[in-house]
């Protein structure tokens, strides 16, 4: 597997590139429309085609190049099924499987931050057939969880953020690296550590928010 995350340091966000270098097939994850050619670009260099570019939810911190960048690479450009946007997509569920050659993404659906958040879980299958990492998008981050009052009806998306984490995401493997879309710096959740990444055991011991969960 090739992966390599974007870092913008100045707005506390993430963007991921990920695929089988053997079979040239990548898809990039919460693209900013500022970057686009450098996702192109390190495609490109590592001889890989962008198939899939998929938003992890509708963002509202940051103009997403989700939609350019399917239409300069032919990729399929996608959101969750729920996402009210006034644009084309391809629609996701709840379990899908993507497949990139050797690696596999598999969608969990995780509303709370907002009704169509989604956590993408990643296996290399040239290493095994288990999930190596999982791209939490705004759901749980470094250190916090993600806001659930940004969209309204914060009491109703508090609910579904608690039973997002406590039934998709703390039943998880706890070995799974987990690679945020946010950390210190973004607006979209309080006390975001400023390393952005962590592992889903670290988490389950020291995220403030997920103590009274299962450990």
């Known amino acids: 597997m090739i992966f390599r995350p974007f870092y913008y340091f100045d707005t506390g966000c993430a963007a991921y590139v990920l695929g089988c270098g053997s079979l040239g097939k990548c898809a990039v994850v919460d693209p900013q429309e500022r970057d686009v050619d450098a996702y192109v670009a390190f495609a490109a260099s590592k001889g890989m085609r962008i198939t899939?570019?998929?938003?992890?939810?509708?963002?509202?911190?940051?103009?997403?190049?989700?939609?350019?960048?399917?239409?300069?690479t032919g990729a399929r450009y996608c959101l969750h099924r729920s996402a009210d946007v006034a644009l084309p997509f391809e629609p996701l569920e709840d379990e899908q499987a993507i497949e990139l050659g050797n690696t596999v993404v598999r969608?969990?659906?995780?509303?709370?931050?907002?009704?169509?958040?989604?956590?993408?879980?990643?296996?290399?299958?040239?290493?095994?057939?288990?999930?190596?990492?999982?791209?939490?998008?705004?759901?749980?981050?470094?250190?916090?969880?993600?806001?659930?009052?940004?969209?309204?009806?914060?009491?109703?998306?508090?609910?579904?953020?608690?039973?997002?984490?406590?039934q998709k995401l703390l039943s998880l493997p706890e070995t799974l690296e987990v690679y945020p879309a946010h950390f210190a710096g973004s607006v979209c959740g309080a006390g975001m550590s400023g390393k952005p990444t962590t592992t889903l055991a670290f988490e389950k011991q020291w995220n403030p928010k997920l103590l009274d969960g299962p450990r």
């Open 107 to 166: 969608v969990l659906h995780t509303p709370g931050h907002t009704p169509e958040s989604i956590c993408l879980l990643v296996s290399d299958l040239r290493r095994g057939p288990e999930p190596w990492f999982l791209l939490t998008g705004d759901t749980m981050f470094v250190g916090a969880v993600g806001r659930p009052d940004l969209p309204g009806h914060a009491r109703e998306h508090a609910a579904e953020l608690h039973a997002s984490l406590r």
């Open 52 to 72: 899939h570019v998929i938003d992890t939810h509708v963002h509202a911190d940051h103009r997403s190049g989700g939609p350019r960048l399917a239409a300069d």
